[in-house]
């Protein structure tokens, strides 16, 4: 019965030309059918399900990568979406190399950071695209940086009055660089903190003022007042923070303030991050948007943080790249993807409000995960467990492989919740002579936990058929039930 079946609902999708003028070019209307997770229509997936997000969950071998993984993975590429891919493991570059060649997009694939001729200046990138409030969305942009970089950060009963302070650093350095140069970057930033005055006297010294880079900038500002290229409020508030708070702070909290963005800035100045992110750029999110799969070929496993950090980094500005696109016509705006394998290790807490907007900004995000407690370790304390299931309850599409993690398991069973089932009671009544039938009403898991640990997970041994269970919020499956148990093919 299964191998009829199968065939069905996971056809090899036909290849396109190897080029992308011959690229899908729309419409893509919400009920645009992707694929199905069983013989019957009534299980299909369409795009509005793929917008609200898809979490896949199992242990190590189970088969959510190449089962389920792989079908939404040839479905959604099949369908013309861009994407962005963020690497975990060594093999995933070559993984999407194959993913792309069997669906004839291999001409779509870029692989940042193994093809030197890729590179992202992001805060130049900013700066173009960002809008008249670019100064404060690039506050906010290397915020986030600060996340990547520092998950942790200062944070404690004091953690707004340490954010703040970042901020406020942050808009008094982009407030001198931006309107004398009109642009910005890393290496001129970091002169500027350097160069500032350490206390009153050497801020008012004329030694420091004839060799301070940052006190140049505050000349040269001035001066843009009368051409209107600042307001004179605003060159105010920058002078008083350079020539009066800044150097009058307790110089603990100073250099915590300091240390704090140095921390930061080091990571982009050095290496690899810096040849990539921080020179030229020949590729950005708007390729994404246009039907690029950029696959960020830097994988956890070989690259460490420096994985990390430009994953995040390309996953922050495609989500705000995407939020300002005109949707004025939806269905001719291409959707793309958000693609992490074993996820945990590039969420950020802005993801959870980016998942809120993500079906009106037309993008698909797809996080694989062994287990929850991989997120919880990632987001750290009680405050971050509650982050951890606001986004994952925002990935409203889940497949659930086969996991012995009991939290994981336990948490599954919640999420598809109760239902009433009903126990027939049998009892001897000796006094009476006779025998007694009871009808007793319960409340139980629908799908109860023990359901997660027999799954099959693909290879030889199980015909190369991966299960899983497929849940939606508010959706009743083909079996009339809000859970249903599905098959995948790992040779498909």
């Not at 009153?200 to 007042?225: G, N, P």
């Not at 923070?241 to 100073?254: F, N, S």
């Not at 929850?372 to 009680?382: A, K």
């Amino acid at each position: 019965m299964l191998e009829h079946i199968l065939p069905l609902f996971q056809r090899k999708p036909k290849p396109t030309q190897a080029r992308s003028p011959n690229l899908r070019d729309g419409p893509w209307p919400d009920t645009l059918k992707l694929c199905q997770l069983s013989a019957s229509d009534a299980d299909a997936i369409t795009l509005t399900d793929a917008k609200t997000g898809v979490l896949i969950t199992g242990k190590t071998g189970s088969g959510k990568t190449s089962g389920p993984g792989r079908l939404l993975a040839k479905n959604y590429l099949s369908a013309g979406f861009g994407g962005l891919v963020l690497c975990a493991k060594a093999d995933e570059p070559n993984l999407w190399r194959s993913l792309l060649k069997q669906t004839g997009r291999e001409h779509d694939g870029i692989f940042f950071g193994e093809d030197p001729g890729y590179c992202f200046n992001f805060l130049d990138y900013e700066a173009r695209t960002a809008g008249s409030d670019l100064s404060e969305n690039i506050v906010n942009l290397m915020i986030e940086l600060a996340r990547l970089t520092n998950p942790g950060g200062r944070g404690g009963d004091n953690a707004d009055f340490w954010q703040a302070e970042r901020k406020k650093l942050l808009r008094n350095i982009l407030g001198l660089l931006l309107p004398v140069d009109g642009s910005v970057d890393l290496l001129r930033m970091n002169s500027l903190l350097n160069s500032a005055p350490h206390d009153f006297t050497q801020a008012r010294s004329a030694d420091w003022r004839s060799t301070s880079s940052l006190y140049k900038y505050l000349v040269a500002a001035e001066k843009l007042i009368e051409q209107n290229k600042i307001r004179k409020h605003e060159y105010q508030l920058i002078a008083d923070y350079w020539l009066q708070e800044h150097p009058g702070a307790d110089p603990r909290t100073r250099g915590n303030i300091v240390s704090d963005y140095t921390g930061l800035m080091d990571a982009f100045l050095r290496g690899k991050v810096y040849d990539l992110f921080s020179q030229k750029t020949t590729v950005t999110p708007d390729d994404i948007l246009a039907g690029k799969v950029v696959v960020v070929a830097l994988p956890v496993a070989g690259y460490y943080e420096v994985g990390r950090y430009a994953a995040g980094l390309w996953k922050y500005l495609l989500q705000r790249a995407s939020e300002r696109r005109s949707l004025v016509h939806p269905e001719t705006i291409r959707p793309s993807f958000i693609w992490a394998d074993e996820a945990q290790y590039f969420s950020t807490t802005t993801d959870q409000i980016f998942q809120t907007t993500a079906r009106s900004s037309r993008v698909c995000t797809v996080y694989l995960t062994q287990n929850l407690p991989n997120f919880y370790v990632e987001f750290g304390g009680q405050a971050g467990t509650h982050r951890v299931h606001s986004l994952l309850g925002n990935l409203t599409l889940k497949l659930f492989c086969g996991n012995d993690e009991s939290v994981t398991n336990e948490w599954a069973s919640k999420t598809i919740d109760k239902s009433t089932q009903y126990k027939i009671n049998l009892s001897n009544a000796q006094e009476v002579g006779r025998d007694s039938i009871g009808l007793s009403e319960h409340e139980e898991f629908d799908c109860p936990s023990r359901n997660f640990l027999g799954l099959k997970s693909g290879t030889e041994q199980n015909d190369y058929i991966v299960e899983a269970i497929a849940f939606q919020g508010g959706r009743l499956w083909s079996n009339d039930r809000r859970w249903m148990k599905c098959c995948f093919r790992q040779n498909y």
